[in-house]
């Protein structure tokens, strides 16, 4: 699916998906999860897209998981850390959960 200016939330899902998240629509939120052994290995992200907004727009959780299943309990713990909402096109031109060619370098300080 190629992206567009102006994605619906079920768009979002698709591209999401197309891009190896793994997603779960609830009553509130579009919830996925997504393995991010390329730039962590062996663990897993969390991020959730509000179903309300009037524009799909992403909140990604602050912890990293050690599997799928955490990642999945992550989004349902009650007072998890999360990141500031951020629109669906921004959060897609910074986040490097999703792409495989990210790399990650480690700084010591």
Not at 14 to 25: D, K, S, T
Not at 44 to 65: G, H, I, T
Request: aromatic share 10%; charged share 30%.
């Amino acid at each position: 699916m190629k992206l567009k200016n102006n994605m619906t939330m079920v768009e979002a899902k698709a591209w999401l998906e197309e891009q190896g998240a793994i997603c779960r629509v609830d009553r509130y939120r579009l919830k996925c999860v997504a393995d991010i052994n390329h730039i962590r290995p062996g663990q897993w992200a969390a991020f959730y897209l509000p179903l309300e907004a009037k524009e799909p727009a992403v909140v990604e959780l602050s912890d990293r998981f050690m599997g799928e299943q955490d990642a999945w309990q992550g989004l349902e713990d009650q007072g998890f850390h999360a990141h500031r909402a951020q629109p669906f096109k921004t959060w897609l031109s910074e986040q490097y959960i999703l792409d495989r060619d990210a790399k990650v370098e480690r700084l010591e300080i």
